[in-house]
């Protein structure tokens, strides 16, 4: 067997793991869970692509629906700082509605790992907004920071994308977010508008 076949057969036997593992798993378990009674849940997501991360959060009740959608243009290094800054954006976001029972949701495993963490030794562009994320939680002790893989995160993931290619951002009214924010079945879309 030649060095070529033997780094071309291991990214394809790690993909053929990967999907094994995921497709073994009860397709029930891998969907957005609402919290429970009392507490809300603020999903972050970002795109990034030449300097520029677009930020969406939505903020969604135990009901399932939607409360709060939003967007934010950010300007940064690398794609860990730009999730981070959608991390800080729903940190914002829900402390402006004032909740206290939030639970924030990102499907970047580092950045979730640097928020949760006590090292001194911080990425160095994503450092200084893992920072601040900490100070605005410390006015929040009962916000819980949770890794969730992407196919639990879609909705704050399409809200992003969507707000980086029609250059909406802000806050968007519930009777103007886009279709494609819809994506959780088995819970309703808005409560009251």
């Known amino acids: 067997m030649d060095f070529v076949s033997i780094v071309d057969k291991q990214p ?3 993909w053929k793991s990967k999907l094994l593992v995921l497709n073994s798993r009860n397709a029930k378990s891998l969907c957005w869970k609402p919290p429970d009674d009392d507490w809300f849940k603020a ?13 969406g959060v939505v ?16 300007y940064c290094l690398d794609p860990l700082t730009a999730e981070c800054l959608a991390i800080l954006h729903a940190c914002k976001s829900a402390a402006k509605l004032k909740k206290r029972k939030v639970i924030l949701e990102s499907d970047c495993l580092e950045a ?38 992407r196919c ?16 909406n951002f802000g806050d968007i ?11 959780d079945k088995d819970f309703p879309l808005i409560d009251d508008l």
């Open 112 to 149: 979730i790992t640097l928020i949760n963490g006590s090292s001194c030794n911080l990425h160095w562009t994503a450092g200084p907004v893992v920072i601040a994320i900490k100070k605005v939680w410390t006015a929040w002790p009962s916000w819980i920071f949770r890794f969730n893989p």
């Open 152 to 167: 639990c995160n879609r909705a704050a993931h399409n809200l992003a994308h969507w707000g980086a290619c029609s250059k």
């Open 43 to 55: 999903n972050s997501d970002s795109t990034f692509l030449l300097g520029e991360g677009c930020a």
């Open 12 to 14: 394809k036997d790690i």
């Open 59 to 74: 903020i969604k009740n135990s009901n399932g629906s939607i409360i709060f959608a939003s967007t934010a243009l950010h």
């Open 173 to 183: 009214p519930l009777e103007s977010i886009p279709v494609t924010v819809f994506c």
